[in-house]
């Protein structure tokens, strides 16, 4: 029982960590784009 909690406990971090990178590779991105436009005009 102990090792299944262990492992939900670590598969939810490892969710959480993968979204946090997702989310930050996506803004910078996104201001990537916003700082190109600025500069083309």
Same mark, same amino acid.
């Given at each position: 029982?102990? &090792? /299944?909690?262990? +492992?939900? /406990?670590?598969?939810?971090?490892?969710? $959480?960590? +993968? &979204?946090?990178?997702?989310?930050?590779? $996506?803004?910078? +991105? +996104?201001e *990537?784009k916003?700082?190109?436009?600025i500069?083309? *005009?």
């Open positions: 029982m102990m &090792f /299944i909690d262990f +492992l939900m /406990i670590f598969i939810c971090l490892v969710v $959480f960590i +993968l &979204f946090i990178l997702i989310s930050v590779a $996506f803004f910078t +991105l +996104l *990537r916003e700082t190109g436009y500069q083309i *005009r």
